[in-house]
């Protein structure tokens, strides 16, 4: 099937003397999304620091930190972050340079980025990491307002939730930040927080025993009762009482609450999905989950919920990850173990067909090629899941979402088109992508094959289990040589399922080319944004 020409403008090869070109902004937009200035997106995240943000230093010396504002508010806003903490990094050291416009921007963009309280200490910690490289100071008035206004424009009920779920991270804890910020609170109910933060539920019960309250002071003031009474209680009902009355999640609990099989069920009920499938295997090893019982059935219903599962934006790719652990039958450490429940595993794969909805599709045309020529039978690297199943999914994701999909197993010699249809299982899919000869891997097969036939192709998307190529031609040259023919600045993207560090995208130095190593939710919002040209 050819797939015929698409006007689309942002991917001409014609835009520009060099679309393919490396620049500091390049590196940047990298930086920003998943923390390394590379064309290697790892799964495995490393620590951030001056060496890793050379671009970054490199645009503020040029006087275009403004720019680098810009760019972290744009994929805040556009984009998709797969990691927070390079955005708060950039906008760490930007709000201690020289220039006084570069520093508002950086403190004004901060309300985009800072979503939690843990992004908040992080944002701070990174200051106090950047502040002898830039030689000024950290608590000036600029960063009190900044962290006041962090604060003060919470919803009460939000923000108690917040200050009572994640207290400290990184060495900082909101008693610091309030302490060090000087905040004087907007309002009433952020009143009572601060207090309550500061001196403690003792002291706010004398402040607000006898006072006349607010219908917002009063249910806030009911909220923190709640989650003070849960830390000194041992009684089992209270705690399951409470929990129901209040929506208390897991975090607000004591460790020893944690072994009641009472407690466990009342947290099901309220607890987010992402949670609660996280939660399964413990929940199974400890009996809270019983072969048969309501509970089970509960859980069931709740995972297969369209509703519930469209409001957590859940991936296929999350519902296969979790079911794989699930069927393993034990942790990562592989202390707790359990039996997997059947009617449980039949839920995740009805909940995996029902999450293709969830998925936002790029409008972009795609060929993802499936390299058979290694032996698909390995784990993905730190997960469960394994490689050719796991190339399979995504196979799948792109084929039911974008309209204009070529799928390709290619190995020594052969591309072979497959066709993948809407109603096929992903063990049909696993079949198909599997079906011919094994040889030696050569990733530029795919793109030969289109330049061949004449495809118009925006991403070139290969899935193998170590992205290399022992061919005559090179995969980055192929490439080059396909916009050429086509007119079209296609990308390419080589995933090494099984690979700890991929080089060829790098070596290419070429925008529209990325090497991932590994597989995981991170590395699919990695495909998108590039597909959608944010990175």
């Known amino acids: 099937k050819l797939l015929g020409a698409n006007n689309n403008d942002q991917n001409s090869a014609t835009d520009g003397e060099h679309p393919w070109e490396v620049t500091d902004i390049t590196r940047l937009r990298r930086f920003l999304c998943y923390g390394s200035e590379m064309a290697i997106y790892d799964t495995k995240e490393h620590r951030l620091g001056m060496e890793s943000a050379l671009a970054l230093l490199s645009l503020l010396q040029e006087g275009r930190g403004c720019e680098v504002v810009e760019e ?19 906008l760490a050291v930007c709000s201690q340079h020289a220039d006084l416009t570069i520093r508002q921007g950086a403190f004004r963009a901060l309300r985009d980025v800072c979503q939690a309280p843990e992004h908040l200490f992080t944002f701070v910690q990174y200051k106090k990491e950047v502040k002898d490289g830039m030689r000024c100071g950290i608590w000036g008035r600029a960063l009190r307002k900044a962290v006041s206004s962090w604060y003060n424009e919470q919803d009460a009920m939000s923000l108690a939730i917040a200050v009572t779920k994640c207290k400290t991270r990184g060495g900082w804890s909101h008693q610091d930040l309030l302490r060090l910020s000087h905040t004087k609170p907007a309002n009433e109910a952020i009143t009572l927080i601060s207090k309550y933060t500061m001196k403690g539920w003792k002291e706010v019960q004398v402040a607000y025993s006898d006072k006349e309250n607010s219908e917002e002071v009063v249910k806030v003031l009911s909220y923190l009762g709640a989650v003070e009474k849960v830390k000194h209680s041992a009684d089992e009902m209270e705690v399951t009482h409470l929990i129901e009355e209040h929506q208390l ?15 466990w069920k009342a947290l099901l009920k309220e607890m987010p999905m992402a949670s609660l499938l996280r939660a399964l295997g413990k929940m199974t090893a400890d009996q809270v989950l019983v072969p048969g019982s309501s509970d089970v059935a509960a859980v069931c219903e709740r995972i297969q919920s369209e509703a519930s599962l469209m409001k957590a934006k859940l991936h296929p790719f999350s519902i296969l990850t979790a079911s794989e652990n699930y069927k393993r039958g034990q942790g990562n450490r592989g202390k707790l173990k359990w039996e997997p429940n059947v009617e449980i595993l039949k839920a995740l794969d009805c909940a995996f067909y029902k999450c293709f909805k969830n998925v936002e599709p790029t ?25 050719a199943v796991a190339a399979a999914a995504m196979t799948m994701v792109i084929a039911r979402t974008e309209a204009e999909t070529q799928v390709l197993a290619y190995s020594e010699g052969a591309v072979v088109p497959c066709t993948i249809s809407a109603d096929m299982s992903l063990r049909e899919v696993t079949a198909e992508l599997v079906k011919i000869p094994s040889g030696y891997t050569d990733c530029a097969l795919p793109i030969l094959w289109a330049s061949e036939k004449g495809v118009a192709v925006d991403m070139f998307i290969i899935f193998t289990n170590s992205a290399c190529w022992h061919g005559k031609a090179n995969p980055a040259e192929c490439l080059r040589m396909h916009r050429h023919k086509t ?7 080589l995933c090494g399922l099984t690979s700890k560090g991929n080089s060829i995208a790098e070596a290419a130095e070429d925008r529209g080319m990325l090497d991932i190593s590994g597989l995981d939710l991170g590395a699919v919002d990695v495909i998108h944004n590039l597909a959608l040209d944010l990175i």
């Open 249 to 263: 999640e897991q975090e607000q609990l004591l460790t020893d609450h944690l072994k009641s099989k009472e407690v």
């Open 72 to 90: 972290v508010k744009r994929l805040a806003q556009k984009g998709k972050q797969v990691r927070a903490n390079p955005s708060l990094f950039a």
């Open 363 to 387: 409008g972009k045309r795609f060929v993802v090629a499936v390299d058979v020529s290694t032996s698909l039978s390995s784990t993905v690297q730190r997960t469960s899941v394994g490689t």
């Open 487 to 493: 007119g079209i600045f296609s990308k390419l993207i």
